[in-house]
């Protein structure tokens, strides 16, 4: 059985991609911050939903560093493939 081909380097960039999420949330959420300052629409679930989406990018950011400097360190409960 032959291995596959590992992931080219742009697809290996996890924290490029959690941070890139994370700040497209946290844009939708002052997009309509800002219509509600104007008064064009009430802020309602659609506003909670991307400050959620916000705060749960930086929580998944988090758990991803924490466990990429434990792989680093060496530590044998630690996610393996987090360079």
Known sequence: MVAPPPLPPRFNQMSTVLAMGSLAWLAAAVVLLVTWFTGD????????????GAGLGGVGYSVFAWQRAAARR??????????
């Open 41 to 52: 629409r009430p802020l309602d679930i659609w506003f909670l939903t991307c400050v959620v």
């Open 74 to 83: 060496g530590s044998r409960t630690a996610q393996q493939g987090l360079d």
